[in-house]
């Protein structure tokens, strides 16, 4: 399956309790099969109950890292999107709880690169990728300011060994 259509088809849950992020998010991934829940309770039961190729979780409003816990218990991957959220704290929140990237809300309109990269890897049998890192950092960089990673310095050692893909599994991935 080419990456352009690796998309096509996929079925994925949008969490938001903003109404036009949920139908800006539909938009910009209209060949997906997007299904939509503005509160806690009625993505809780979506999640439950059926199954989802990704979750796309907003932090605040939803409880968003309670749905994380109940998306990776289900083997769901789930990317973080926040907007009044977005703070470190919550990003190495996001990722300690199991999420696959956490995407500021003002970097929506990319956040078909951050599925695709998901399922192409997963696809070659990576489940580890920095790559969403990689793309935002100078993004995070210059909203949280210069050192903002040495408050969580061991994490951020760990996850530089555990989430970059190695140059072999770069390969598998292109």
């Given at each position: 399956m080419a990456s352009d259509d690796i998309l096509k088809g996929k079925k994925i849950l949008v969490v938001d309790d903003e109404p036009d992020i949920l139908e800006t998010l539909e938009e910009l991934l209209d060949e997906c099969d997007i299904e939509t829940a503005s509160t806690f309770e009625s993505a809780r039961e979506l999640l439950k109950s059926k199954v989802y190729d990704a979750a796309i979780l907003d932090i605040m409003g939803v409880k968003g890292f309670d749905?994380?816990?109940?998306?990776?218990?289900?083997?769901?991957?789930?990317?973080?999107?926040?907007?009044?959220?977005?703070?470190?704290?919550?990003?190495?929140?996001?990722?300690?709880?199991?999420?696959?990237?956490?995407?500021?809300?003002?970097?929506?309109?990319?956040?078909?690169?951050?599925?695709?990269?998901?399922?192409?890897?997963?696809?070659?049998?990576?489940?580890?990728?920095?790559?969403?890192?990689?793309?935002?950092?100078?993004?995070?960089?210059?909203?949280?300011?210069?050192?903002?990673?040495?408050?969580?310095?061991?994490?951020?050692?760990?996850?530089?060994?555990?989430?970059?893909?190695s140059k072999d599994e770069l390969e598998k991935i292109m």
């Open positions: 749905l994380l816990e109940i998306a990776i218990g289900r083997k769901i991957p789930a990317l973080m999107l926040t907007a009044h959220g977005l703070n470190p704290d919550n990003l190495v929140g996001s990722i300690k709880l199991g999420a696959k990237s956490y995407i500021p809300k003002e970097k929506m309109s990319e956040i078909d690169l951050y599925l695709k990269e998901i399922f192409i890897a997963r696809e070659k049998g990576i489940e580890k990728s920095g790559n969403w890192f990689a793309h935002l950092k100078s993004f995070f960089d210059n909203r949280f300011g210069s050192g903002w990673q040495n408050k969580d310095k061991k994490f951020w050692q760990e996850f530089d060994n555990t989430f970059k893909v």
